[in-house]
């Protein structure tokens, strides 16, 4: 059951597993009426209302998903743009091994040298890198590749027309490796970006070098044992001679809210160890010191709003990540690279501070044991950058299906 007295749009769609469109139309058809806030007029929904269609969409919130899948033989990747390990790690829980990884940045470099010194990481531009040794030895080339625009003067919108971007690098590592599966990861505005155009060219790129793309898809970390309302779209591409179909991991019905992370129980057996963390300026503790759980910057007195919010007050949409006080009892919302920067606060439900790195590191669901290296801002940058670790070892689950099913068909009798 639901347990605080209104939830947003996003919040009610999450809870009970409909889409936003939906509920949007079931508002209009009278059959689920929202309420609207009183100064933005968005549509928020009551715990009651909720707690009644929960019952009757006999919806069960304990977790009967398993994805885990061993491993018939040993799956090797290749990991590009591995920034401080966060899919890495979740391959390696999921049984693939990590032959090769690439990272251009030093200190997430030093991050993974340091936790994994058997791993071969590549540190420098991708672009001075040739991985042709690697070919027809490696199943799996994965990399978070930059959201970057092409050039769409071609009328392919293949190869040629990405060069000079991030994805032509991971689309060249592909064609030398020659994998059986390819798998690319960004942000959610990849889908929108250039109108759609940036996302048709890279599926276009794919198939120019040999690869089918499987619907695009945008996974829910929330749905994967990540306590965080983050969204990653992720690309996959099988090779043409492969006549296999790749099947997305399937979402866990339980959701793992911030207690989850930061104190003992399902996802960590003890509580956040204690490490340094950043703090606000003194204006901005004032400020948030009024904010209550689950709060944010509507929860301020109305002269206070106007005076933090400057000419922003005065725009629309709801904003609703300014001030924000996250609750013990809700996921976080996405992590940033800087914990303290205005527009994106993500402040301690009881204190008025950012999280801590380790307190960041548990929301990403990283290990406790993972060190991340460099100035307290570059771990957070680190850790605000990566994929969360159990959306990666869920990923790698998925990948280990494909690939079992892929080999048991060679040893089929044709």
């Known amino acids: ?147 970057q625009a092409f050039s769409y003067a071609g009328k392919k919108l293949g190869l040629q027309d990405a060069r000079g971007t991030l994805f032509y690098e991971f689309a060249r590592v592909v064609k030398e490796v020659n994998p059986l599966i390819c798998i690319g990861e960004n942000v959610k505005g990849l889908l929108s970006h250039e109108k759609g155009k940036t996302i048709q060219g890279m599926i276009s790129v794919l198939n120019e070098i040999g690869y089918n793309v499987v619907p695009v898809k945008v996974l829910k970390a929330i749905n994967y044992k990540v306590p965080q309302k983050r969204e990653r779209v992720i690309l996959v591409g099988v090779r043409k001679d492969i006549d296999l179909k790749y099947e997305y991991p399937k979402p866990h019905n339980k959701i793992y809210n911030l207690i989850d992370a930061l104190k003992k129980g ?24 009024l904010v209550p759980e689950k709060g944010y910057w509507r929860n301020l007195p109305l002269d206070i709003q106007k005076e933090y919010m400057g000419k922003s007050y005065y725009l629309g949409g709801g904003k609703t990540g300014i001030a924000r006080r996250i609750g013990w009892d809700e996921p976080s919302l996405t992590l940033t690279c800087s914990p303290a920067q205005k527009q994106t606060e993500r402040c301690h439900p009881e204190e008025t501070r950012p999280f801590t790195v380790r307190e960041y590191a548990r929301i990403q669901t990283f290990p406790d044991d993972w060190k991340f290296m460099g100035s307290i801002s570059q771990q957070y940058k680190q850790i605000g950058n990566a994929v969360p670790c159990n959306l990666g070892q869920e990923i790698g689950y998925s990948i280990i299906k494909f690939l079992n099913a892929y080999y048991l068909s060679l040893s089929k009798p044709k």
């Open 266 to 289: 399902e996802l960590y057996d003890c509580d956040v160890p204690f490490s340094e963390g950043a703090k606000y300026p003194v204006h901005k503790k004032k400020v948030l010191d």
């Open 1 to 147: 059951m639901v347990t605080k007295e209104y939830y947003s749009l996003n919040e009610a769609s999450e809870i009970l597993g409909k889409s936003k469109e939906t509920l949007r139309r079931w508002d209009r058809e009278g059959k689920f009426i929202a309420v609207r806030e009183p100064i933005s007029q968005y549509r928020i929904y009551k715990k009651e209302q909720i707690n009644i269609l929960l019952k009757q969409l006999s919806i069960d919130y304990e977790d009967t998903v398993d994805n885990s899948l061993n491993a018939t033989q040993e799956y090797k990747v290749i990991e590009l743009f591995a920034g401080a390990g966060g899919l890495a790690v979740g391959m390696e829980k999921s049984g693939i091994k990590c032959v090769a990884l690439n990272e251009v940045d030093k200190w997430a470099c030093q991050t993974l040298r340091e936790n994994r010194p058997h791993w071969n990481v590549l540190e420098g531009d991708i672009k001075s890198y040739s991985f042709e040794k690697y070919k027809n030895q490696v199943d799996i080339v994965t990399g978070g590749f930059p959201c």
